[in-house]
């Protein structure tokens, strides 16, 4: 294909929304901000070898790419409403590309997100994202709002997609042995890795109970600093309490610790909220359909301090992903 059926062929597929006044086909979109609203705007590159293993099949690459935008917005606490597609293609395939809009929009129609716009050039295999979102004015969810005292929590479960990326060897095994997992569990964990699910609903849901909310994409331990950092506070993670899915459970302690605190790519939320709200918290989330986990408590001072049984230090294997790192992940 010729660039522009390529951007036709997107075009062709791409969602509506009723307050797109201009989407795909001019310079730029135009998007109304309805009254007592703010605009929430998040961006995210994804490049072959960096983000995902070469060989992803393009349905899932589509999914993973929208998802991890929808996730910051779920951390802000977002409605989404629309997004861009810029991708940077070796060459414009059909098959491959058909592919990538299956999961793209099969994700955007579940969060009637519209695509508007966005551009294409040749060179290698790069997908970027950004996604708008709306939230109540003075409402979204912030970094900066954690205090001392508070209760710290997590959706979902976590390290499942650090255990397929060792599964499947583009990730050193935490303590140098490979989980073993059987097929039923090896397919969980995948999915979990190229098929995770934005909590929308969950941060939704979390407005005017959590304090602060971060998306946990490059490790807990690290996300989990970037509220300490923002807010001037430190947290305790208790290892212990960190939930683990019937296909991880089986990986031995301190094993499944490394992959859960410090993996990555969950895309699960991470919170705080007053400790008086538990009953609350766990309340509006069971209503979403989203299972919780106090995981720790906010204090004062600086930094993050995962403990172990008895309240023993425990020291990672390193604090999470962080990009220009002397090695990738995978």
């Not at 393009?58 to 999914?63: E, F, I, K, S």
């Not at 409403?81 to 395939?93: D, F, I, Q, R, V």
Request: glycine share 12%; charged share 20%; with cysteine.
């Amino acid at each position: 294909m010729a660039e522009f059926d390529l951007v036709e062929r997107i075009r062709r597929r791409a969602g509506a929304r009723a307050d797109v006044r201009l989407g795909i086909g001019d310079d730029a979109a135009l998007l109304p901000v309805p009254a007592g609203h703010e605009l929430v705007v998040t961006a995210d590159t994804l490049n072959a070898g960096v983000h995902f293993p070469a060989g992803t099949a393009p349905a899932d690459l589509g999914w993973k790419a929208l998802a991890v935008n929808l996730s910051d917005l779920a951390s802000m606490g977002a409605r989404p409403a629309w997004c861009t597609l810029s991708l940077s293609l070796p060459g414009a395939a059909e098959a491959w590309l058909d592919g990538f809009l299956d999961g793209f929009l099969e994700l955007a129609a579940r969060h009637d997100v519209a695509l508007v716009g966005g551009d294409t050039t040749r060179g290698p295999l790069s997908v970027a994202v950004t996604a708008l979102g709306l939230v109540e004015q003075g409402a979204a969810l912030r970094r900066d709002r954690a205090r001392p005292g508070a209760a710290g929590w997590v959706t979902g479960t976590l390290g499942d997609a650090a255990a397929a990326l060792v599964l499947d060897g583009h990730m050193p095994a935490p303590g140098g042995a490979t989980p073993v997992a059987g097929e039923e569990a090896r397919a969980f964990l995948r999915a979990r890795l190229h098929r995770p699910t934005p909590r929308v609903e969950a941060g939704r849901s979390l407005l005017g109970l959590a304090r602060a909310c971060v998306d946990v994409s490059d490790g807990l331990l690290a996300d989990l600093g970037h509220i300490c950092e923002r807010s001037g506070v430190g947290a305790e993670v208790w290892l212990e309490a960190l939930p683990a899915s019937p296909a991880l459970a089986a990986v031995s302690g301190a094993r499944r610790a490394a992959l859960q605190a410090t993996g990555g790519d969950d895309y699960e939320l991470c919170f705080t909220a007053p400790a008086a709200l538990r009953e609350e918290v766990a309340q509006v989330l069971e209503q979403a359909g989203v299972e919780a986990t106090r995981i720790g408590r906010i204090v004062a001072g600086s930094g993050v301090r995962a403990l172990a049984a008895a309240g023993s230090p425990w020291q990672p294997p390193h604090a999470g992903y962080q990009h220009f790192a002397p090695a990738s992940p995978l």
